[in-house]
């Protein structure tokens, strides 16, 4: 499964191969950047979806991360913990926003931590209001 974070796009800038880097503001104070891949560029303040799979969202102890590897190193809280067999499901809050991130089991417990992504793993989206939403709400 995904989390699929509603925002707006905070900045840009090209990422080769016919990709755009997006920040996307989502939250309370939150900013994770993605790459973007549609034919027209997304613009400062336009309303974005940042989508990432709830595998490739990483966890670590506070202090244990470093963006030095490249990944966007956030400060988060682990809420709650479930097994589901060979790996556990986290529930994770950033900035206000809740993720799901899908990992063996943690060596620490419920509170502070640190959540890391790959800027690569995570695809921005125009969030455009559908045909249906318009005919329902003109």
């Not at 034919?39 to 709830?54: D, N, T, Y």
């Not at 990944?71 to 809740?98: N, T």
Request: aromatic fraction near 4%; proline fraction near 9%.
């Amino acid at each position: 499964g995904y989390n699929v974070l509603p925002g707006r796009v905070a900045a840009t800038a090209p990422a080769g191969n016919a990709a755009q880097a997006v920040d996307v503001a989502i939250g309370d104070g939150l900013r994770l950047g993605g790459l973007y891949f549609g034919g027209e560029p997304l613009s400062p303040g336009a309303p974005a979806v940042l989508c990432v799979r709830k595998e490739q969202v990483g966890l670590a102890a506070p202090g244990a991360a470093s963006p030095d590897d490249g990944r966007q190193c956030v400060p988060a809280m682990l809420r709650a913990s479930s097994f589901q067999g060979l790996h556990d499901e986290h529930a994770v809050s950033a900035g206000g926003v809740e993720l799901r991130a899908i990992q063996p089991a943690l060596a620490f417990e419920q509170g502070a931590v640190t959540l890391t992504l790959a800027r690569a793993d995570c695809l921005v989206l125009p969030d455009e209001p559908s045909a249906i939403d318009q005919t329902e709400n003109p």
